[in-house]
């Protein structure tokens, strides 16, 4: 049949006025060079991204070995400040190697799909993160969805098996609403099946464990040979890029395996600068650490949340996605940034605000938070 007059994008109109009824159409929101709001949105949990020596350190990067990194690392683009970072990062978390990619995303994707693939089980919680879902789908294993934090769901999927191989995984702590994994006891379902876990530390790394080593290290599990730990260096070290960390073996496989490595270009050294010298800040200053969740536990007490955080996010629940949206807006007037987070990222019916909190924050900026956070919250009833 040939379709007249009928472009073949308009089915896009239909799709946006579907998001639209629905609450769910997103946009771009311009940040300024100097922020006139508080910021209470971002993931920049220890404040290094606006850290002098942190800055610093991009920039000596940039002048040392120029904007771009050239090439993929198999090419040119691998440098002696990458090699150095992942050796640095290693030590700080008790991993026999690192590996740097250019995001966390592709960090998830490249050690999820180069773990497992064709002929093995992949056992994911429910609620990971969208790059872990795509590792999922790309992995071309049989992939179990467990419910969230079940243990008994993981033990099972891995207990009914036929598959020689088996990769679980998992964030350490949740994005959405900071709830911590139990590692210990996942890590055991895992050794008695011999299943590698595989641990998204994006918002454990600078947060959680001593020093902000992760909440690897804090359950005892740093160095364990069948546990491989992705974080990324755009959180708590104020950067950009990816890391995966694991036995040696693993480094060796991911560089002859991981696509999301091979064929991407390498991450730009300004990053990997800046991202080395945060975490000698974190390493001097293992304070900030502690400080984010002293910050997290006191939002959580200004907007009632009755969950005592452990980390650096509070999730304030308001229900349709138009209340969040219109309590994010009403914030955003009043000089408050917050996360404003709906379905997909979040089931329905729970749609929220989500708070981060930042070592930074002053005791005038946590003022103004109460302030602000008590009267929208007032008027948006939960």
């Known amino acids: 049949m040939t379709r007249v007059g009928l472009s073949p994008l308009a089915w896009l109109d239909t799709v946006e006025q579907q998001r639209r009824l629905a609450g769910l159409r997103r946009s771009l929101r311009t940040r300024p060079a100097v922020a006139t709001e508080l910021d209470l949105a971002s993931n920049d949990y220890l404040g290094l991204s606006q850290h002098p020596a942190v800055i610093e350190g991009g920039v000596a990067a940039l002048r040392t070995w120029g904007a771009g990194s050239t090439g993929s690392r198999l090419v040119t683009g691998n440098t002696e400040l990458h090699e150095e970072f992942e050796t640095a990062l290693a030590e700080f978390v008790g991993a026999q190697a690192a590996l740097v990619f250019s995001s966390g995303y592709t960090a998830n994707i490249g050690a999820g799909v180069a773990l497992s693939g064709p002929g093995s089980l992949v056992v994911s919680d429910a609620l990971s993160h969208a790059s872990l879902v795509d590792a999922c789908r790309l992995s071309r294993a049989r992939v179990v969805v467990a419910a ?3 243990l008994d769901a993981v033990e099972s999927a891995l207990a009914d ?5 088996a990769l679980v995984i998992t964030e350490s702590v949740f994005s959405t609403d900071g709830a911590l994994a139990p590692l210990r006891q996942l890590h055991e379902v895992c050794r008695r099946h011999q299943a590698i876990l595989l641990v998204d530390e994006a918002h454990g790394l600078g947060v959680r464990g001593a020093g902000g080593r992760g909440l690897v290290h804090e359950a005892g599990l740093a160095g364990a040979p069948d546990v491989v730990i992705t974080t990324t260096m755009s959180k708590s070290l104020g950067s950009q890029g990816g890391v995966v960390l694991g036995q040696a073996a693993v480094r ?18 300004a990053p990997v600068g ?12 293992p304070w900030r650490a502690g400080a984010v969740i002293e910050r997290a536990r006191q939002l959580a007490e200004m907007c009632d949340v ?5 980390s650096a ?3 304030v629940i308001l229900g349709d996605p138009e209340s969040a949206v219109a309590a994010a807006a009403a914030c955003l007037d009043a000089g408050v940034r917050v996360g404003c987070f709906r379905p997909p990222t979040v089931p329905a019916g729970t749609s929220r605000l989500r708070l981060t909190a930042r070592a930074s924050l002053t005791d005038d900026e946590m003022d103004t938070a109460r302030e602000v956070l008590s009267a929208v919250l007032g008027a948006h009833p939960r």
């Open 148 to 150: 969230h934090c079940d």
């Open 313 to 315: 996010v509070v999730s």
């Open 306 to 310: 009755p969950e005592t955080p452990e």
């Open 161 to 165: 098996r036929d598959e020689e191989r």
């Open 274 to 285: 800046a991202a080395l010298a945060a975490l000698g800040v974190l390493a001097a200053e």
């Open 252 to 269: 060796d496989h991911l560089i002859d395996a991981a696509r999301t490595m091979i064929f991407d270009t390498g991450l730009a050294p």
